[in-house]
């Protein structure tokens, strides 16, 4: 079946520093989902992107859908203690429009 | 409610007992999805309801697990005679849109250990 390979696998990073993650697939994909998970919380939508090349913003995350459908990266600007977290890649393959594949998660950790 | 619930959030039991794990999604919602989420893994696919029906039960690990949905609201995930290897976090999803997965909210899980 599908994967997706998410890297890196984790990240610790300095306050006010930019963070870039992204996500590969060996198939392509119809749509990209960026998700944020915090301890004892389910996961949190935060970016969806439908279109290939499509860039979008959501204050300091940024996202784009790759051109050749097969990755997607999320940046984070300035980033802040609350940051913390499990982000998750995820998408719908060519062979379901419903079943969310998971990429394994960046966790993020933010030094004051 | 405001937003998707499950209960309860943490179940601990024994070895070969039956559990079921509980999920009201988002009023209104016609899909509802269950996930397994292992540590420190991403989340793997169980099966998707689109209103009372499973159209997908690809995801469900073995003939052990169960899930039903009535009334187009409430779902159960059925676990029979527990074994470890079940521990995980079940997380429930909801999302207004059938055909596309792309809104879907989350609930805050519910935490198996089997012992």
């Known amino acids: 079946g599908q994967q997706l390979n998410q890297s890196p696998q984790s990240m610790f990073i300095q306050e006010g520093e930019d963070v870039s993650m992204n996500c590969t697939s060996s198939?392509?994909?119809?749509?990209w989902l960026w998700y944020k998970q915090d301890p004892g919380e389910g996961p949190v939508l935060l970016i969806a992107?439908?279109?290939?090349?499509e860039l979008t913003s959501n204050g300091r995350l940024t996202a784009q859908f790759g051109i050749t459908r097969k990755d997607s990266f999320l940046n984070i600007s300035a980033s802040i203690p609350s940051d913390v977290g499990i982000y998750f890649c995820?998408?719908?393959?060519?062979?379901?429009?419903?079943?969310?594949?998971f990429g394994s998660g960046t966790r993020l950790l933010v030094r004051p | 409610g405001a937003g998707v619930s499950q209960s309860p959030s943490n179940k601990v039991t024994e070895k070969g007992k039956d559990v079921e794990l509980r999920c009201d999604p988002i009023?209104?919602?016609?899909?509802l999805y269950w996930y397994r989420q292992s540590l420190g893994q991403g989340l793997e696919f169980l099966i998707y309801?689109?209103?009372?029906?499973?159209?997908?039960k690809s995801g469900l690990p073995s003939d052990r697990f169960s899930a039903e949905r009535t009334g187009g609201s409430v779902s159960t995930l059925t676990i029979q005679r527990t074994q470890q290897e079940d521990s995980a976090v079940y997380l429930c999803?909801?999302?207004?849109?059938?055909?596309?997965?792309?809104?879907?909210?989350f609930g805050q899980g519910t935490r198996l250990t089997v012992v």
């Open positions: 999803a909801s999302s207004s849109q059938g055909a596309q997965n792309t809104e879907a909210f």
């Open positions: 992107l439908y279109k290939a090349g």
């Open positions: 995820a998408g719908n393959g060519m062979d379901s429009s419903y079943k969310l594949i």
């Open positions: 198939s392509i994909f119809n749509t």
């Open positions: 009023s209104g919602h016609t899909a």
């Open positions: 309801f689109q209103g009372n029906s499973a159209p997908d």
